[in-house]
Nanobody, 130 residues
Framework: QVQLVESGGGLVQAGGSLRLSCAAS????????IGWFRQAPGQELEFVAA????????YYSDSVKGRFTISRDNAKNTVYLQMNSLKPEDTAVYYC???????????????????????WGQGTQVTVSS
């Protein structure tokens, strides 16, 4: 069974950068599609970015496109979220989530839906000050 653990959160000023890591245990990590979600206080979970098991396909929400980059190193069982040009509205708890082979239905890949993932980490806090 794969388990996910996030790290790298912290306090940063607006315009700064952080790199989040999602480290996984288990020998089958390389077959898992991974997504990053975030939840601000009083808000629902929001999709941020996703990456296929091979790293060949990447997806971003409009709110982070051009500022965040998702990547993975399967040899290290880790997925990264590089966050640049951070804004106060990026403040949230960030979660990584995974599902073996991804969630497909009706020919569509549901990378941005929370129900498409069955493994979740505990979250890491990101706070961006203005």
């Amino acid at each position: 069974q794969v388990q996910l653990v996030e790290s790298g959160g912290g306090l940063v000023q607006a315009g700064g950068s952080l790199r989040l890591s999602c480290a996984a245990s288990g020998r089958t990590f390389g077959t898992y599609n991974i997504g990053w979600f975030r939840q601000a206080p009083g808000q629902e979970l929001e999709f941020v970015a996703a990456i296929s098991w091979s790293g060949g396909s990447k997806y971003y929400s409009d709110s982070v496109k051009g500022r965040f980059t998702i990547s993975r190193d399967n040899a290290k069982n880790t997925v990264y979220l590089q966050m640049n040009s951070l804004k106060p509205e990026d403040t949230a708890v960030y979660y990584c989530a995974g599902r073996k082979d991804g969630y497909y239905s009706g020919g569509s890949y549901y990378y941005d839906q929370t129900y498409a993932y069955d493994l979740w980490g505990q979250g890491t806090q990101v706070t961006v000050s203005s």
